[in-house]
């Protein structure tokens, strides 16, 4: 219909460097085969998402890219992904205060990007053409964390001023990390994705955004020989969010979300941004 407006954006998911990318570390990220949608009919302003909500895929960045797209393109008659990013990322500003801007950006752009905010007035991103055929990866939800995003970035960000040293030194550790993955993807490095996997999570739980329910769960998916990271801010108190998982073997990992009762759901990585509905 002539007078319906309709555009969509996809949730995402961080590979690697959620967290450090705050402090202008590397963050690989991927827009995910999720996405939510607005559409204004009659002054009427409808939504749709099957973006889990506040559970690290990026649902408040999209409902930010979306928005941002209506307007935009109601003003000039196209999609200016600039113009729609810059919008979107004042959005999650005012939401959660000291945002990377990473979330907004592959929501915007899509696809898989290298993503850097060197500074509040320059952040950069690449898209990266994977080199090689990408792992089956997994997502696992272990339910929706008690803390938002804001208080987890806030969390860290006191660990950061109070021991400077170490904090700098665990970035340090997840920026070796992202890179070996960003070199695996583009086929320069054969490295372990599962071990790379391993080590991110090991550092994020050093960051103290991993709930010991949580804790549990990935020692006993590493137990039966895999590999699973939180993805997105994390949570200490209870849940976690979503966890990025992997097996080679997918059976082991259908067998272990049976007995612990939890849903294992495959995701595709490299999803279009934001976009109209025709
Ligand atoms: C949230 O998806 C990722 C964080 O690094 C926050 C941010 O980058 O704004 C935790």
């Known amino acids: 219909m002539a007078d319906?407006?309709?555009?969509?954006?996809p949730g995402k998911l961080i590979i690697s460097g959620e967290h450090a990318v705050v402090y202008g570390y590397p963050a690989l990220v991927a827009a995910v085969n999720r996405r939510l949608s607005i559409s204004l009919a009659r002054g009427?302003?409808?939504i749709k998402s099957n973006i889990p909500i506040g559970c690290g895929m990026g649902s408040s960045a999209a409902y930010a890219v979306a928005t941002s797209a209506a307007r935009t393109?109601?003003?000039?008659?196209?999609?200016?992904?600039?113009?729609?990013?810059?919008?979107a990322y004042k959005i999650e500003k005012k939401r959660h205060g000291n945002p990377s801007g990473v979330d907004n950006t592959v929501s915007t752009y899509g696809g898989l990007l290298w993503y850097r905010k060197e500074s509040e007035g320059l952040k950069t991103f690449s898209s990266i053409k994977i080199k090689r055929s990408l792992p089956k990866i997994y997502i696992i939800g272990t339910g929706?964390?008690?803390?938002?995003?804001?208080?987890m970035v806030t969390r860290v960000g006191k660990l950061y001023r109070k021991d400077h040293q170490n904090t700098e030194i665990i970035f340090k550790e997840i920026e070796k990390i992202t890179r070996n993955f960003l070199q695996y993807l583009l086929g320069e490095r054969v490295a372990s994705f599962q071990e790379l996997i391993k080590e991110n999570e090991a550092l994020l739980e050093k960051l103290g955004v991993v709930s010991s329910f949580t804790?549990?769960?990935?020692?006993?998916?590493e137990k039966i020989g895999g590999a699973a990271k939180i993805s997105g801010a994390g949570g200490s108190k209870n849940k976690s969010g979503i966890l990025l998982v992997y097996h080679k073997n997918a059976n082991k990992l259908k067998n272990f979300v049976?007995?612990?009762?939890?849903?294992?759901?495959?995701i595709q990585l490299g999803e279009e941004g934001v976009k109209i509905e025709k």
């Open 144 to 151: 929706k964390p008690v803390e938002s995003t804001k208080e």
């Open 73 to 87: 393109f109601l003003k000039n008659k196209k999609l200016d992904l600039g113009e729609i990013n810059k919008m």
């Open 44 to 46: 009427k302003k409808k």
């Open 215 to 221: 804790v549990r769960l990935i020692r006993e998916i």
């Open 4 to 9: 319906t407006l309709k555009v969509s954006a």
């Open 258 to 266: 049976k007995r612990e009762k939890l849903e294992l759901i495959k």
